[in-house]
């Protein structure tokens, strides 16, 4: 098992950065899927980005593509969101997950990972 604990969130301006991190614990960090999920108020929780085990591959949403970056440290245990330009529509409580796989795919959605943080929130203001 793997407990995750998500930081970084905060109030921000449109157009501003934020750097979420995703501290792991438990089992061994480099035997998971990483994946970056967010919910709006009102909303389903949606994926984000994801990355596999060895940060071959990775996936970012169209809505975030060329904004947001995620990036993984195996030695740190950690799992990280770059997020810039920053719009008001991403204000949302963003959670990481993990999925114990071998193999990775872009179409892993919610149902998908096996272990969740408990989100932070950001909000972007106008």
């Known amino acids: 098992q793997v407990q995750l604990v998500e930081s970084g969130g905060g109030l921000v301006q449109v157009g501003d950065s934020l750097r979420l991190s995703c501290a792991a614990s438990?089992?061994?960090?480099?035997?998971?899927?990483m994946g970056w999920f967010r919910q709006a108020p009102g909303k389903e929780r949606e994926i984000v980005a994801s990355i596999s085990r060895n940060s071959g591959r990775t996936f970012h949403a169209d809505s975030v593509k060329g904004r947001f970056t995620i990036s993984r440290d195996n030695a740190k245990n950690t799992v990280y969101l770059q997020m810039n330009s920053l719009k008001p529509e991403d204000t949302a409580v963003y959670y990481c997950?993990?999925?114990?796989?071998?193999?990775?795919?872009?179409?892993?959605?919610?149902?998908?990972?096996?272990?969740w943080g408990q989100g932070t929130q950001v909000t972007v203001s106008s």
């Open positions: 438990g089992r061994t960090f480099s035997t998971y899927v």
């Open positions: 997950a993990a999925r114990s796989s071998v193999s990775y795919s872009p179409t892993y959605l919610n149902g998908d990972y096996d272990y």
